[in-house]
C-alpha cells in the first residue's frame, strides 16, 4: 500500500465555479515533503456524467473515501484466515470501512 496516499480518506462537498452544481472532493493526509497543513486531494467528482443523481454521486465519493481502509481490512483478513483475536480486530476493521463506504459511519 506504499503506493497509495495515505489514509485516511474523508469527503467533502463542494460547488462548482459557478455555483449550479455540487460535487465531491476526496481528501487525504498532505504527503510528506509538501510543506502545506491543507488536506491533499486524492479525487474528485467533478467530472462525472450528468446522468448520474446526487444520491449516486455521493455513494461514489463514500466508496472512494473508503478505499484505503476495505483494502487494508481485505489484505489483514486474507493473512489472518484463522478464528482469533487477529481475525475478529480484521473483522472489525472491514465492518468498519464497509459502514464508511455505505455511509453508516458514526
Not at 489514509?7 to 465531491?24: I, K, L, M, Q, T
Not at 468498519?96 to 455505505?102: F, H, N, P, S, V
Amino acid at each position: 500500500m506504499s503506493d497509495l496516499t495515505p489514509a485516511p480518506w474523508d469527503y467533502e462537498c463542494e460547488e462548482d465555479e459557478f455555483g449550479d452544481s455540487r460535487y465531491y472532493r476526496i481528501q487525504g493526509p498532505t504527503p510528506k515533503g509538501l510543506g502545506t497543513e491543507f488536506p491533499y486531494n486524492v479525487a474528485d467528482t467533478l467530472n462525472r456524467h450528468f446522468c448520474i443523481t446526487p444520491e449516486e454521486d455521493r455513494a461514489n465519493a463514500r466508496l472512494i473515501a473508503a478505499a484505503p481502509e476495505l483494502l487494508e481490512a481485505a489484505r489483514e483478513m486474507l493473512a489472518s484466515m484463522a478464528w482469533g483475536p487477529q481475525m475478529d480486530r480484521a473483522l472489525a476493521k472491514l465492518r468498519t470501512a464497509c459502514d464508511k463506504a455505505e455511509g453508516r459511519q458514526s
